[in-house]
């Protein structure tokens, strides 16, 4: 089995709704082990927009790393996700953080996500669920990751739950 971290965010329509159902789309192809509180965060990248629902799960599944890109990226598509701005306003997002503990550079496949350090609206929800966690490249533990992330957006951890 392997264990995938995925962070789902959503900043157009029914968010909370948007990240259910995404939740409900990734139980089809793996079990949900954890999942962490439901975040309001600013837009990261393009920060004239909505602001974001983020959380991140824990996953375990049967599937390899690209095959389980090509399952978000099909619940993406289904839920109406376009790809027309970069960093743009979208119904939802999923992103792979951590796929076991393999390092993936692939034109399509970057593992662990390669802004993961740089991200607050990541590193809290990932920290919630996985704090001593360590990236595969620089050893540091979520945790200190997110200790010393540059990214100074307001993060806002709800009591509402996906």
Known sequence: MNTVYLLLGSNEGERLLHIKQALDAVRTFGNVIQESSVYETAAWGLEDQPRFLNMVIELSTRLD??????????????????RTVKWGQRTLDMDILFFNDEIIEEENLKVPHPFLAERRFTLEPLNEIASNLRHPISAKKVADLLASCPDTLNVQKLTIRA
């Open 65 to 82: 790393a690209y095959e389980v890109l090509k399952k978000i990226q099909a619940i993406e598509s289904k839920m109406g996700r376009q």
